[in-house]
């Protein structure tokens, strides 16, 4: 018998039949003898819906009150997966975050757990029922309904598995596991067996949208084997793990991330000074707007030009203070350019094979392709390029490092 904590999301649950779809699906892994618990998303469409009516009641309404409102979406969720499995004949109980109890701080809309009390749920699965929670939720100490922000989910099925000491926590959504990259872009892109937390951790922070970035930290904190599987397909999906054993036939790259979000800003003919990053990026940081890559070039007139990535929806207010930043600071101009694109060689191979970087480069070039920004990891090279480029320097680079082919 194995514990198992399944996940969800939205588009799994999106209509009352995939809803018994899934009901179907667990009382198979409950026939096998398995114990289950359940984490489920909202409905698709459903948390932008309730956001939509609360825009507009209030432009701005308060972090407590939109908590209490979209965590219902769970809430309707649960209870229906709940009446499916009872219509299949099995026992299952439904709990809201705070029933279990998930307790958060008290960050409204962007909550941290705390603790979960597993007893109830224990209780539950001695008795032969199916655990049901509501993902996305908690409650603060003094009561208060929070939520964990968006993917919140991922993280509250890793946070379950790790409270229960599950075999594992298996993540249900519309792909069938994480691939060498985006099959929309490279055709031969392939599913992965197996990747480690680092590796995932690093495809999700450069672009992947498979896995919520929080859900992975926290699996590798607790050591939480992860599997990624899809809703109504059937698979071996793909096991993330910590074991990073790199043998001579595992290839140097797991994979290739990539994101469009991204936009650059520069800010020319800056004195080159101690605390001259602070001045320029202080601001920055002050207006909550998160900085990625960061390059810095001396001139040889002893100014420098400082460029730095932003996300494309903050650029214009990045800018905004940015120049107010040059009028201070007695820069030459400010440079701001949204057509830039961030792709990313991601395999703990590289700790053991060099010249991945620089083959990186040479397959670039060889497709004509400029390289405007350079970031290494000890696993990872990204680079920023123009976006016109994106979907050809993917392709040259899956081919080049050969992902399409099946590690042996």
């Keep these: 018998m194995a514990l198992i904590v ?136 003094h009561g208060n309904i929070t939520t964990l922000g968006r993917g919140g989910s991922d993280t509250t099925a890793v946070a379950l598995a790790a409270a229960l000491n599950a075999d594992e926590c298996q993540i249900y959504t519309d792909v069938d596991g994480v691939y060498t990259t985006d099959p929309r872009v490279v055709d031969s892109a392939r599913r992965l067996d197996r990747i480690t937390f680092e590796e995932m951790l690093e495809m999700a922070s450069q672009g992947s949208k498979v896995l919520q970035i929080r859900s992975v930290e926290f699996a590798g904190k607790y050591n939480v084997p992860l599997r990624v599987l899809h809703s109504f397909q059937e698979g071996p999906g793909t096991l993330i793990t910590v074991d990073e054993e790199v043998d001579m036939e595992k290839p140097v790259i797991s994979g290739i991330a990539f994101t469009r979000d991204e936009a650059k800003l520069t800010l020319r003919g800056v ?47 990045a800018k905004k203070i940015l120049e107010q930043v040059a009028a201070e600071l007695d820069a030459r101009e400010v440079l701001a350019d949204d057509k830039i694109a961030k792709v990313a060689l991601v395999g703990v191979g590289m700790r053991s094979h060099a010249g991945v970087a620089s083959r990186m480069f040479q397959t670039l070039a060889a497709e004509g392709v400029n390289i405007e920004m350079i970031s290494t990891s000890e696993i990872k090279v990204s680079v920023v390029i123009a976006e016109k480029y994106l979907e050809l320097a993917v392709r040259a680079l899956h081919s080049a490092f050969e992902l399409d082919k099946p590690s042996v």
């Design 6 to 141: 399944q996940k969800y999301g939205g588009t799994s649950v999106g209509t009352v039949e995939r809803i018994q779809a899934v009901a179907e699906k667990i009382k198979r892994f409950v026939d096998d003898g398995n114990q289950i618990v359940v984490v489920v998303s909202a409905m698709s469409g459903e948390t932008n819906r309730l956001i939509g009516m609360a825009k507009q009641i209030h432009d701005e309404p308060t972090p407590r009150e939109m908590d209490v409102l979209v965590s219902t979406g769970e809430q309707v969720t649960i209870a229906l997966l709940s009446m499916a499995l009872h219509k299949l004949g099995l026992g299952a109980r439904s709990y809201t975050g705070s029933q279990v109890s998930i307790t958060t701080d008290s960050s409204f809309m962007k909550a941290r757990i705390e603790h979960i009390d597993d007893k109830s749920m224990r209780a539950d699965l001695s008795q032969g029922r199916v655990v049901v929670v509501a993902g996305f939720q908690g409650v603060d100490p």
């Design 271 to 317: 004195p080159d000074t101690p605390g001259i990053a602070y001045k320029i990026l202080g601001p920055i940081g002050d207006a909550n707007i998160e900085i990625d890559m960061i390059v810095q070039n001396i001139g040889a007139d002893g100014a420098t030009d400082f460029t730095f990535t932003v996300h494309r929806n903050d650029m214009v207010r």
